[in-house]
């Protein structure tokens, strides 16, 4: 026993001599403590709402479109009532409700006075049409009402004005085949559908109708619609199947000829071959 109260006894020594040497703060000194801290919290709200750092300079990019101007104004106008020590991002989600087109905003500040505000746009891929009422929708589904209708987007014609924020179902099908259409072909669409016998379809608006059949694998099968366009074979005809994307075929009359992707025609067809090597079969065939 008397060994450990000798072992512990520097111990306690130490602990005195650190005691001493840091004494416990007083009540005085907290004070002042507190005081300071409450002080500096107040200087900061004071600053970070003051006109020494009130935005200035507002750069917006990103928006396009007829209601770019309208979106830039309101943007301003909001961005202006801030501070780059506090963005209120709420407040200009709010200047851009009225315009569906607008999906994100992304805000950064340069300290004092500039604030860069990047947008990015829900971009329309079709309209649609449904007693007389046209909405723009957006690559996801989602209607863009209220905002402008681009002349040279494909139609796609329902029997009821679709209700809430989304397309869904088929109609959902039809703006994806959409989305993924080359961007320099989508405004050469006229019109686009699902349910028919040869499930999703395309019509260009000079030239002839696109079969696609279901909605897997629609990069490859734009591809090659692209590349029966480009074939001289393929001029004059009234239809492209692409149902399998690697046995494009094309001719004339309103159905295939064959079984999607047989890549021959009846008496009378001639094949081609795609940029990709793969058959098109292109001639005189009977619809039906």
Request: no cysteine.
């Amino acid at each position: 026993m008397s060994s450990a109260r000798a072992r512990s006894a520097p111990m306690r020594l130490r602990r005195r001599r650190l005691l001493r040497r840091f004494p416990r703060p007083g009540i005085r000194t907290l004070g002042v403590v507190l005081a300071l801290l409450a002080l500096a919290a107040g200087g900061w709200v004071w600053l970070r709402n003051s006109s020494l750092v009130a935005v200035k300079r507002v750069t917006i990019v990103g928006v396009s479109g007829r209601d770019a101007q309208q979106i830039r104004a309101a943007l301003d106008s909001a961005a202006h009532n801030m501070t780059t020590l506090d963005v209120k991002m709420a407040a200009l989600r709010t200047a851009v409700a009225p315009y569906p087109v607008v999906k994100q905003l992304h805000v950064s500040t340069n300290f004092p006075h500039a604030m860069r505000i990047a947008v990015s746009e829900q971009v329309p891929v079709a309209v649609v049409s449904a007693g007389g009422v046209q909405v723009a929708v957006s690559s996801d589904g989602t209607l863009l009402r209220g905002g402008s209708i681009p002349g040279s987007l494909p139609a796609i014609a329902l029997s009821a004005s679709p209700g809430g924020s989304h397309v869904r179902g088929a109609t959902l099908q039809v703006v994806r085949l959409l989305a993924a259409a080359p961007y320099q072909l989508l405004p050469k669409l006229g019109q686009a559908s699902a349910g028919g016998p040869h499930g999703l379809e395309a019509q260009l608006r000079n030239g002839p109708k696109l079969y696609f059949g279901s909605d897997s694998d629609l990069a490859a099968k734009w591809a090659s619609v692209v590349a029966v366009l480009a074939d001289s074979g393929s001029a004059g005809a009234d239809y492209i199947d692409v149902t399998v994307a690697s046995r494009p075929a094309a001719g004339a009359g309103s159905d295939a000829a064959s079984s999607p992707g047989s890549g021959s025609a009846q008496d009378g067809s001639s094949g081609t071959s795609g940029s990709d090597g793969s058959a098109a079969a292109t001639g005189s065939t009977s619809g039906g």
